[in-house]
């Protein structure tokens, strides 16, 4: 899988069949801007100071240890060189000129180890001493190239398709997931995630742009079509389906229940329609046989579903709906309504109006536990879960799904994942880098350091043991 380096810029393209393509732009183009230095990421402050703490521990040890062998080796030769001529007699292991040889030998070969990797762990972080040997200072100043390789090599060896849709087989995704999702608890949870995410994405959401989207996609949407044909047709539907029934009553129930309560109202009107010079008890009379007549009548039509009132309603009702779609009359005067309406100050601020109500009432509604939306929202959860245990169809389906999603992106956009880790490395400041990989790997370099010395002086040792055994 190929790199991205700093030099080279990388321009997303969209094939036609929605896969993203990457093409590196030609030599004529303009040169990327530089980018600012990136923060090398690191540990918290107490963290950091405690690593410091045993990194310079560790570094004590590893020195004072050289120093030990230094010690060791200069006391040896002295003594040698003031009571021995400086040689090393071969008289055996039973004098002590022979031991002081042995440990001469030792501590000096356990010097050499010890300088040999103290030079070789500093080389990694810095200069030796401040001189700049070539090939040493090796984070530093090979930090890019150590990031393309870093990136080349997760490119090739992890983030391919093989490899990650292997370890999704091996995940077993589906079932886990539908396990987690069958527990109420979890499904809870979830509930309450989609629920926290949908409050904060209604919060802030742009209360100028919502107004425009319901302006632009429903309100003057509303105004260009006649509103008279639909309605009429919706209307007609309802009555070939035998909804308009229920309706009507509705209406004559309660247009009897309202007359069996008029009857002071129905001798009042009629005391009032009748002459001056009419007896009180005739105009009683006609008052309250015109109160009984009207509720038999009533009860009739309530009762009777093929009375003539009822007819004759259905007949004006269906007569409204071929109006409604035909007649030009009625249907500019539905146009001059809907323009009354649709002109109104009310419309003109409804689009706010609106909003407002939806978004508290999604709001509202996300937040609250015991809201329709949120049980929904944890049944349909817990119908998931339950469905992905017990259905391998789905679980199979879910797998594909998933296998084919990460294939896609890592096909399409591994390059651009391992050129983050190349480009991000780059933009470090080569001695923070320097210094904080120091940190997290520097007490194993010290054990190096202790390491080489050590087995240098066995190493030592050993040689002047068959040195003295055979010469």
């Known amino acids: 899988m190929g790199r991205h380096s700093a030099h080279d810029a990388a321009d997303e393209q969209v094939s036609s069949g929605g896969i993203a393509d990457f093409q590196e732009t030609s030599t004529d183009s303009p040169a990327p801007a530089v980018r600012e230095p990136l923060e090398v990421p690191g540990m918290s402050p107490e963290v950091e100071a405690e690593k410091r703490r045993l990194l310079r521990n560790w570094k004590l040890r590893a020195t004072s240890l050289l120093v030990i062998m230094a010690v060791i080796y200069l006391a040896c030769t002295w003594w040698l060189h003031t009571h021995a001529g400086g040689a090393t007699p071969n008289t055996g292991p039973n004098t002590f000129a022979w031991w002081l040889g042995l440990f001469r030998t030792g501590s000096e070969a356990g010097m050499v180890g010890g300088l040999a990797d103290w030079f070789a762990v500093t080389a990694l972080f810095r200069y030796p001493m401040g001189i700049p040997i070539p090939h040493t200072a090796l984070v530093p100043n090979k930090k890019d190239q150590i990031g393309d390789e870093l990136s080349k090599f997760v490119g090739e060896n992890f983030l391919h398709a093989q490899a990650i849709t292997e370890k999704i087989e091996e995940a077993n995704i589906p079932q886990q997931v539908g396990a987690w999702l069958a527990k109420p608890d979890n499904a809870e949870k979830v509930s309450a995630e989609i629920g926290r995410l949908t409050a904060n994405a209604v919060r802030a959401a742009d209360r100028a742009d919502a107004e425009a989207l319901i302006n632009s996609q429903f309100l003057s949407r509303a105004v260009e079509p006649e509103w008279a044909p639909p309605l009429g047709r919706l209307l007609e539907g309802l009555i070939d389906d035998g909804k308009i029934e229920p309706i009507v009553d509705e209406v004559v129930g309660w247009a009897r229940k309202k007359v069996a309560g008029m009857e002071d109202s129905v001798v009042k009107l009629i005391d009032e329609k009748m002459p001056r010079w009419a007896p009180r008890f005739a105009k009683d009379l006609v008052g309250e046989r015109v109160y009984r007549e009207l509720v038999s009548f009533m009860a009739d039509v309530d009762t009777n579903p093929n009375h003539d009132a009822r007819v004759a309603v259905r007949r004006t009702i269906a007569q409204f709906a071929q109006d409604l779609q035909h007649d030009p009359a009625m249907i500019a005067r539905i146009e001059q309504i809907k323009g009354d309406v649709m002109g109104s ?52 389906q879910l797998d594909r799904r998933i296998e084919a999603t990460a294939r896609f992106l890592v096909d399409n956009y591994g390059d651009t994942i391992t050129g983050l880790i190349s480009e991000n490395i780059q933009r470090w400041d080569g001695k923070e880098a320097s210094e904080k990989i120091e940190l997290l790997v520097g007490k194993d370099l010290q054990f190096i350091r202790i390491n080489g010395s050590v087995v240098g002086a066995l190493v030592g040792v050993l040689i002047y043991i068959v040195t003295q055994a055979l010469f």
Not at 369 to 392: A, F, M, Q, Y
């Open 345 to 396: 100050p009310a419309m003109a601020s409804a689009a706010g109006s609106i909003w407002d109500q939806v978004s508290q009432a999604l709001i509202d509604a996300a937040e609250d536990p015991d809201s329709v939306l949120r049980r929904k929202i944890t049944e349909t959860c817990k119908r998931w879960g339950g469905r992905i245990n017990t259905d391998p169809q789905v679980r199979a």
